[in-house]
């Protein structure tokens, strides 16, 4: 149960990247490919404030996001009048050298050795981690309904203009530049937020960690899921980090022989949807004029389909293991198997809970019998 909490941690933060990125390139058309920097910059200022200046944790997230932001800042006083193909690049390498920074500067950063060990704001037994886990819906879901509001308000149509031709934007007397290093500062300041929050779920911080596959990851998703529409970076985060890296890796029954071929198989799925998508759905799979709240009641009726799915498969199983149970016609007290097909079918639709194979079970059967 822990490690399904962790994972699920872990899930908010890449839905709150994937949001940032949102407003980023969503909305104002700023290709920002150095997420993994500002998000790894966040996180091992955390470290460095807590372990090697032994700060309080409320000082250090202060502290991290300040570094954070006065980042973006000069990362966007310098890039943000390059055309999009600048933009990316600058970003790459912005994070490569966050990535060189934290490997080189032993002093501050313990290189590769690791830095740790990051501690929780509060500690309450075993509660610690849950009570962080529903720290993090809080922050997460903040972020989503700051994004859905931003949305229907006269900013956000100011941020889709300039989106779509900052020429016409700036002819009308807005200043483009300005608006845009707002809002590339304010989201790179979230992911740097996200990423000291991400220290202590962690608590011991490598090199390793900052890689670019956490970028890809999160523009991947966002793709997927519809780079603009509100709720597309949430649907995207779930169907890939939600199926692959929690239900695949952590629960399919897979052998050990197979697992190592796990991490690769996602990779190819994460392609192959990718190129599916941007050759028959550009858009993502949420198109942009689909309200919320359709998508919302999408959600729900597919919610409840897979648990009428999975009822019927439960009774699927539970009429396999009547039939097993009842083959020979007899058990062991030499009694017959109620018949397996009614009885199974019965219970799929009432719900009634299926007699159990032993001997101390009364030898009343609770389907009643056919009439020849």
């Excluded at 689909?290 to 009822?311: F, K, Y």
Aim: charged share 10%; aromatic share 10%.
């Amino acid at each position: 149960m822990a490690y399904l909490i962790f994972s699920l941690s872990l899930l908010l933060i890449y839905v709150g990247l994937a949001l940032a990125l949102h407003i980023q390139f969503g909305l104002l058309g700023i290709p920002n490919f150095g997420v993994v920097g500002f998000w790894g910059l966040g996180m091992y200022a955390m470290g460095v404030f807590q372990v090697q200046l032994d700060l309080s944790f409320v000082d250090a997230i202060v502290l991290s996001v300040a570094c954070v932001a006065a980042a973006s800042w000069v990362i966007g006083r310098l890039v943000l009048r390059l055309d999009a193909q600048g933009i990316l690049c600058a970003t790459i390498a912005f994070s490569a050298i966050v990535a060189l920074l934290i490997v080189t500067e032993k002093w501050m950063t313990m290189g590769v050795v690791g830095l740790g060990t990051i501690k929780y704001p509060v500690r309450i037994g075993g509660a610690t981690e849950y009570l962080y886990f529903l720290f993090l819906v809080a922050v997460v879901a903040a972020l989503q309904l700051f994004t859905l509001r931003l949305h229907k308000s006269t900013t956000g149509r100011l941020l889709l203009a300039i989106r779509d031709n900052e020429e016409v934007a700036a002819s009308l007397g807005k200043d483009t530049y300005a608006v845009k290093t707002f809002w590339f500062v304010g989201t790179c300041t979230a992911m740097g937020l996200l990423g000291a929050l991400s220290a202590p779920l962690n608590q011991f911080l490598t090199p390793n960690m900052i890689v670019p596959s956490v970028t890809f990851a999160v523009w991947i998703a966002l793709v997927l899921g519809g780079k603009e529409h509100s709720l597309g970076a949430v649907v995207g985060v779930f169907i890939t980090f939600g199926i692959f890296d929690i239900l695949i890796e952590t629960y399919a029954p897979v052998t050990p022989e197979l697992a190592v071929y796990v991490p690769n198989f996602k990779l190819f799925v994460y392609g192959l949807l990718l190129v599916g998508v941007l050759m028959f759905k550009p858009v993502g799979l949420l198109d942009p004029g689909l309200p919320p709240e359709a998508v919302i009641s999408r959600a729900t009726d597919g919610v409840q389909t897979g648990v009428a799915l999975g009822r019927r498969f439960l009774g699927q199983t539970a009429a396999a293991s009547r039939a097993l149970w009842g083959k020979g016609g007899t058990d062991g007290g030499g009694r017959r198997a109620p018949e397996a097909g009614t009885a199974v079918a019965s219970t799929a639709e009432t719900g009634a809970r299926v007699p159990q194979a032993d001997s101390t079970t009364p030898t009343t059967d609770p389907t009643p019998e056919k009439s020849s």
